[in-house]
């Protein structure tokens, strides 16, 4: 929750919110159901409406969060009154050049270190995730958002190379989404909340025009 400590306070008086910890990070419970995006994504909705909170909704997920929501939009998209994409997973990141198998072992070695319990299992997933993104139609009439970080454009690594493809990509996936850079580093909610901020107020305010 850390990463929105910025976000969400500055929205406080725009709209009724629900921001959370996944099952198995923070103070939320570990869940015993698979970690791929499906799971997730309908312990998700059931806490929406648990909580008495009514579609349609403003999704806004940030990373892996991004991918998650990209599977609630095509999966619901009755559901959902707009879509905002921060610097998100794209459904193929752990393809190709972003292969694990391809980084190398210190890379490995640190990410066998510090993700691990629920982290290391929707990493573990993630392929799963995309296809099951993949596998439904995009979005059609849903406003799509797509903040994507500029600062990691300048590398030059095939890895970093690989990610900004993805990076250009998205947009792409969802025909009419806007796209948005900005000068910031992949943790652009804690880096530039007001471009997250921007992004939920004009989002509302399509989402109002149009009901």
């Given at each position: 929750m850390e990463w929105w400590s910025k976000v969400v306070p500055a929205i406080a008086n725009d709209t009724a919110y629900f921001a959370y910890n996944r099952p198995g990070y923070g103070k939320s419970a570990a869940s015993e159901t698979r970690r791929d995006g499906a799971h997730i994504v309908d312990e998700l909705r059931a806490a929406l409406l648990d909580q008495g909170m009514q579609p349609p909704?403003?999704?806004?997920?940030?990373?892996?969060?991004?991918?998650?929501?990209?599977?609630?939009?095509?999966?619901?998209?009755?559901?959902?009154?707009?879509?905002?994409?921060?610097d998100s997973t794209h459904p193929k990141q752990l393809e190709g050049a972003g292969a694990m198998e391809k980084?190398?072992?210190?890379?490995?070695?640190?990410?066998?270190?510090?993700?691990?319990?629920?982290?290391?299992?929707?990493?573990?997933?993630?392929?799963?995730?995309?296809?099951?993104?993949?596998?439904?139609?995009?979005?059609?009439?849903?406003?799509?958002?797509?903040?994507?970080?500029?600062?990691?454009?300048?590398?030059?690594?095939?890895?970093?190379?690989?990610?900004?493809?993805?990076r250009v990509e998205i947009a792409g996936m969802y025909p009419g989404s806007k796209q948005i850079w900005v000068e910031s580093g992949h943790a652009i909610p804690l880096e530039k909340p007001e471009a997250v901020i921007g992004a939920i107020r004009s989002a509302l305010a399509v989402a109002r025009g149009a009901r």
């Open positions: 909704y403003v999704l806004v997920g940030h990373s892996l969060g991004g991918l998650y929501m990209q599977l609630f939009a095509r999966k619901y998209p009755q559901e959902v009154a707009a879509l905002i994409l921060v980084q190398s072992l210190w890379t490995r070695g640190v990410i066998g270190v510090l993700v691990t319990g629920t982290a290391k299992e929707e990493l573990d997933l993630l392929p799963q995730t995309g296809e099951q993104v993949l596998g439904l139609p995009t979005t059609a009439g849903i406003p799509v958002f797509v903040l994507s970080a500029s600062e990691p454009m300048k590398e030059t690594s095939d890895l970093a190379r690989f990610a900004n493809e993805k």
